[in-house]
C-alpha cells in the first residue's frame, strides 16, 4: 500500500532531550515535506527537500533540523525540544521534484514537550 | 505567509444537505488544492483546480475558481455525517511551497 509513514505517532519527552521523528515513504516520491499544526495558526512548513541531499528551510524552521540522506526517509530532528514545539507534525511527498502536484500526508506524530 | 483564507471558520448542516465553503488568496497562483482532515488524522487531497481552469467536479465535490476575484469554492452536494471533518485550502506560487489555509470545519448531523 502507497503511503506515508511517521514514528512515533505520539511522545511526551521533557525540555532539552533530543528527538527524532521519522518520516519513510514507498512512493518514490522526490518531494518530502515537515508541516506542524496548531490551533490558530494551521499548518507551516517547517522544512522541504526537492530531492535526496537537497533540503530547504520553510517558514518556521528555527530549532528543527532534517536530513534527505535517502529518497525514501526524510527525519525530523529536534535537538533540544523546548515547550513551544509541543505540536501536531505531519510529513509529506509528492512524486515531481517541484512544489506544484498533490501532497500525500502521514497519519501525523503529536509531539508534548513539557 | 498566510495566502489562503477559508470563510466561515465553522459550518454545521444537517445530512443531505450541502455544504459551501470559500477560500480568498491574495497573489497570483499556479493552482489550488484543496485537503480533508478527519480529526486528529493526515491530510487527504481532494482536488486540484489550475489556475487557467474555472470548474473541476470529483464525485459529489465541485471546485470553482475566480481568478479575478482571487477565490475559490467547494461544494459538496448532499453531505454525509462520513463528510464531518475540517477542510483546507492550499495555494500554489510559481517557485514556493503550498501554503495552506486554516480550514473550516464542517460538522453534519444525521
Known amino acids: 500500500e502507497a503511503q506515508v509513514t511517521q514514528n512515533p505517532r505520539y511522545l511526551i519527552t521533557v525540555t532539552g532531550k533530543k528527538l527524532t521523528v521519522t518520516c519513510s515513504q514507498n512512493m518514490n516520491h522526490e518531494y518530502m515535506s515537515w508541516y506542524r499544526q496548531d490551533p490558530g495558526l494551521g499548518l507551516r512548513q517547517i522544512y522541504y527537500?526537492?530531492?535526496?541531499?537537497?533540503?530547504d528551510k520553510g517558514d518556521v524552521p528555527e530549532g528543527y533540523k532534517v536530513s534527505r540522506k535517502e529518497k525514501r526517509n526524510f527525519p525530523l530532528i529536534l535537538e533540544s525540544p523546548s515547550p513551544n514545539q509541543t505540536s501536531l507534525y505531519f510529513c509529506a511527498s509528492n512524486p515531481a521534484g517541484t512544489f506544484t502536484g498533490e501532497l500525500f500526508f502521514g497519519e501525523g506524530s503529536r509531539l508534548t514537550v513539557l | 505567509s498566510q495566502q489562503g483564507e477559508e470563510d466561515p471558520q465553522a459550518l454545521s448542516i444537517q445530512e443531505g444537505e450541502n455544504a459551501t465553503m470559500n477560500c480568498s488568496y491574495k497573489t497570483s497562483i499556479n493552482n489550488l488544492q484543496w485537503y480533508r482532515q478527519n480529526s486528529g488524522r493526515g491530510l487527504v487531497h481532494l482536488i486540484l483546480?489550475?489556475?487557467?481552469?474555472r470548474e473541476k467536479h470529483s464525485g459529489r465535490l465541485r471546485v470553482t475558481l475566480d481568478t479575478s476575484k482571487k477565490s475559490s469554492s467547494l461544494l459538496i452536494t448532499a453531505s454525509r455525517a462520513a463528510d464531518t471533518a475540517s477542510y483546507f485550502c492550499?495555494?500554489?506560487?510559481?517557485?514556493?511551497?503550498?501554503?495552506f489555509g486554516k480550514g473550516t470545519t464542517l460538522s453534519v448531523s444525521s
Open positions: 492550499a495555494t500554489n506560487q510559481a517557485g514556493t511551497a503550498l501554503i
Open positions: 483546480i489550475r489556475s487557467n481552469e
Open positions: 527537500s526537492m530531492n535526496v541531499e537537497v533540503t
